[in-house]
């Protein structure tokens, strides 16, 4: 079964910029998809398809996948990203969605 | 404005059987992909299954098969996730979410918590 690896915690200052990587056997092939889940939220879907944002989410977060891994950046971060973050895919070969292991994001 | 509204917090005994829903409203029930993820206690998202609506296409993860059945009556927009022998191991947070493509989540409900214990 497909396999999506992610960091489990990522560290940033205020104003700075968050990188979030997930990786996977030739993931640059699939869609990602990234959510954000705070503390006693549902998820938000903040990107799809690698790159593209939902109405409503702000340009701050971005998206890219290449080869072996996915990355969402989150520029110029405030306190408010804090939360835990979510790449997945569809695995076209069992036909079924895969989720990452998440990522915490603490802003210092 | 697409909602999806789930039906409230349940507390069971081990064996015994659930049903749990999810009502959608603000788009066409039956032509988005409507899905379960399950989230343990302090843990991560685990992708179950899907439906379509429109033709009761469903698939599972392996991890679920056979565990869980996913159903969708859309004469009333509504999708359901159920087991019929509970363990203690099913307490979690479930979420319903739905998308226009099988392959992402775009809108979500706001989750029940199902907590089995003797």
């Known amino acids: 079964s497909y396999v999506l690896t992610q960091p489990p915690s990522v560290s940033v200052a205020p104003g700075q910029t968050a990188r979030i990587t997930c990786g996977g056997n030739n993931i640059g092939s699939k869609s990602v998809h990234w959510y954000q889940q705070k503390p006693g939220q549902a998820p938000v879907l903040v990107v799809y398809d690698d790159s593209d944002r939902p109405s409503g989410i702000p340009e701050r977060f971005s998206g890219s996948n290449s080869g072996n891994t996915a990355t969402l950046t989150i520029s110029r971060v405030e306190a408010g990203d804090e939360a835990d973050y979510y790449c997945?895919?569809?695995?076209?070969?069992?036909?079924?969605?895969?989720f990452g292991g998440g990522t915490k994001l603490t802003v210092l | 404005e697409v909602q999806l509204v789930q039906s409230g917090a349940e507390v069971k005994k081990p064996g015994e059987s659930l049903k749990i829903s999810c009502k959608g409203s603000g788009y066409s029930f039956t032509s988005y992909w409507i899905g379960w993820v399950r989230q343990m206690p302090g843990k991560g998202l685990e992708w179950m299954g899907i439906i379509y609506p429109g033709d009761s296409d469903t698939r599972y993860s392996p991890s679920f098969q056979g565990q869980v059945t996913i159903s969708a009556d859309k004469s009333i927009s509504t999708a359901y996730l159920q087991w019929s022998s509970l363990k203690a191991s099913d307490t979690a947070m479930y979420y319903c979410?739905?998308?226009?493509?099988?392959?992402?989540?775009?809108?979500w409900g706001q989750g029940t918590l199902v907590t089995v214990s003797s």
């Open positions: 997945q895919v569809w695995d076209s070969s069992s036909d079924r969605g895969v």
């Open positions: 979410a739905t998308g226009s493509t099988v392959t992402r989540f775009d809108y």
